[in-house]
């Protein structure tokens, strides 16, 4: 047999065995970055409010199940001739009585179903945490004004609060009379967490 026949390479059973971890360790990294990839490109998960309910005729919250709640308080003082209502809004990650430390509000929407009625967030006060935050206008068919707030920060099971100036408000019978919706995205912090594009049902105001 030649010198040529001989000259192969042979591997090693350490060889071998550091091959084969190497392999298992680029799969196990493109694994997840698919999963990743996936989970980024799901679109967030819709949900609506299980209930609407009122405490007294200024104060509203809408319940989302195991998620949190979001409330609405008028603060409407001489609405029949001013016309304008502010209205305290918060959206509270507890659920049950326990707080989800894993989720966190990305923005908050509130929307009025009325025609002719404008919207301002108020600065400087009712604001919490205090600090500035990109604000949306904009109005849904059939002329329904609503504002995004975008919260600036990702801080798990923080309760954003704002107070919302509404205008031209729709007085019935010589009382102020809102119909409210509200919507938040709230994201769960988690490794993989999703997305949760939060709605309420109706929530009905009047000043006393």
């Not at 029949?80 to 326990?98: I, K, Q, W, Y």
Request: glycine share 6%.
């Amino acid at each position: 047999m030649s010198g040529f026949e001989n000259s192969g390479v042979k591997k090693g059973p350490r060889q071998v065995f550091g091959l084969k971890y190497l392999v298992a360790a680029v799969v196990l990294v493109a694994a997840v970055l698919v999963g990743v990839s996936a989970v980024e490109t799901v679109a967030p998960l819709s949900v609506v409010s299980e209930s609407v309910t009122n405490q007294g005729s200024q104060v509203a919250y809408a319940t989302f199940h195991d998620i949190g709640n979001y409330y609405v308080h008028a603060q409407c003082t001489n609405v029949n001739a001013t016309r304008m209502c502010p209205v305290l809004v918060s959206m509270s990650l507890t659920a049950d009585g326990m707080l989800h430390d894993s989720l966190y509000t990305r923005s908050l929407t509130f929307k009025v179903n009325a025609p002719g009625t404008t919207l301002a967030v108020e600065v400087d006060t009712y604001s919490s945490p205090a600090t500035s935050y990109p604000v949306a206008y904009g109005v849904d068919q059939p002329l329904s004004p609503y504002v995004t707030i975008t919260t600036p920060s990702n801080a798990p099971s923080v309760t954003w609060t704002f107070m919302i100036i509404v205008r031209n408000a729709p007085v019935v019978d010589g009382r102020m009379a809102l119909q409210i919706i509200g919507r938040t995205q709230v994201v769960d912090s988690h490794f993989l967490g999703r997305t949760y594009d939060l709605t309420s049902g109706v929530m009905q105001l009047t000043d006393y």
